[in-house]
T-cell receptor, first 114, second 114 residues
Framework: AQSVSQHNHHVILSEAASLELGCNYS??????LFWYVQYPGQHLQLLLK??????LVKGIKGFEAEFIKSKFSFNLRKPSVQWSDTAEYFC????????????FGQGTELSVKP | DVKVTQSSRYLVKRTGEKVFLECVQD?????MFWYRQDPGLGLRLIYF???????EKGDIPEGYSVSREKKERFSLILESASTNQTSMYLC?????????????FGPGTRLTVL
């Protein structure tokens, strides 16, 4: 079955620390990859996406992610987190030819201490 | 800006009631989706629709149905609400044609079934 796994359920960091959130998926075909973020009390919004080309993609607010096809991974990184990055982060996979549906990971809650 | 709106932010219903959750998007998107979000499980797809009067089952359709009579509106129906349907429900939409488009999410409806 297709699935997306996020390794960390809850991550606690101090401001200025570096962040890496892991995401692995199980699907043998071509995929598009996404990271969404949900700030407290707000809509789910797109952080960044990978469709093709350069496997290192940059998103909003200084986030980036690297697609490693051989490892079926799409890890999210930020060199220096801020208190305002406190949110829940979701990795999602869109398999080709499945009507544009997304398969989400379980989510990682990030708490940044000021 | 894409806008996806949902009819209620909070809803409380009793077991056995018929429940309607409404979603409207204003960007002429072809695709619309209903997810439920539960802690530790991420978002799971209930139903989606490519076009008016068309619907496809997602990963967890049991106990739900949908209706899409107009392009901009996608309704989720709980025929007989049960306590295990207490959850946050998110609606999303995306452009059709290509399946490779990001989804835009509404604010969510937090449904409690007593």
């Amino acid at each position: 079955a297709q699935s997306v796994s996020q390794h960390n359920h809850h991550v606690i960091l101090s401001e200025a620390a570096s962040l890496e959130l892991g995401c692995n998926y199980s699907y043998g075909g071509t995929v598009n990859l996404f990271w969404y973020v949900q700030y407290p009390g707000q809509h789910l919004q797109l952080l960044l996406k990978y469709f093709s080309g350069d496997p290192l993609v940059k998103g909003i607010k200084g986030f980036e992610a690297e697609f490693i096809k051989s490892k079926f991974s799409f890890n999210l990184r930020k060199p220096s987190v801020q208190w305002s990055d406190t949110a829940e982060y979701f990795c999602a996979v869109m398999p080709y030819n499945q009507g544009g549906k997304l398969i989400f990971g379980q989510g990682t809650e990030l708490s940044v201490k000021p | 800006d894409v806008k996806v709106t949902q009819s209620s932010r909070y809803l409380v219903k009793r077991t056995g009631e018929k429940v309607f959750l409404e979603c409207v998007q204003d960007m002429d998107h072809e695709n619309m989706f209903w997810y439920r979000q539960d802690p530790g499980l991420g978002l799971r797809l209930i139903y989606f629709s490519y076009d008016v009067k068309m619907k496809e089952k997602g990963d967890i359709p049991e106990g739900y149905s949908v209706s899409r009579e107009k392009k901009e509106r996608f309704s989720l129906i709980l025929e007989s609400a049960s306590t295990n349907q207490t959850s946050m429900y998110l609606c999303a939409s995306s452009f059709g044609g290509s399946p490779y488009n990001e989804q835009f999410f509404g604010p969510g409806t937090r449904l409690t079934v007593l």
